[in-house]
């Protein structure tokens, strides 16, 4: 699995696996526009804890309603991986 680049605020950061100490550094959310305590690296952008959580939600809320007419039993115990 490939290093995901982290950006911590007033802290440093993780970039392709090598830590980087800065306290000048500033964490900045691309999805959100608001500056956070820590990003993680998403394609082009960064994407703060807030962000990705709703992204996990909105995977297992899609997965429910696209996959629940079809299913007989209880639809979130299909919610895996
Ligand atoms: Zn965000």
């Known amino acids: 699995?490939?290093?995901?680049?982290v950006h911590v605020s007033q802290?440093?950061?993780i970039v392709a696996g090598e830590l980087k100490t800065d306290?000048?550094?500033?964490a900045?959310?691309?999805l959100c526009a608001r500056t956070?305590?820590?990003v993680a690296a998403i394609g082009e952008?960064?994407?703060?804890?807030?962000?990705?959580r709703e992204r996990l939600d909105a995977l297992s809320v899609a997965r429910f309603r696209l996959c629940e007419p079809k299913?007989?039993?209880t639809p979130?115990?299909?919610?895996t991986g």
């Open 36 to 38: 956070v305590e820590a």
């Open 23 to 26: 306290p000048t550094i500033v």
């Open 11 to 13: 802290a440093g950061s």
């Open 76 to 79: 979130w115990g299909k919610v």
């Open 45 to 52: 952008g960064t994407a703060c804890a807030v962000c990705l």
């Open 71 to 73: 299913s007989t039993g």
């Open 1 to 5: 699995m490939p290093s995901i680049d």
């Open 28 to 30: 900045k959310c691309t």
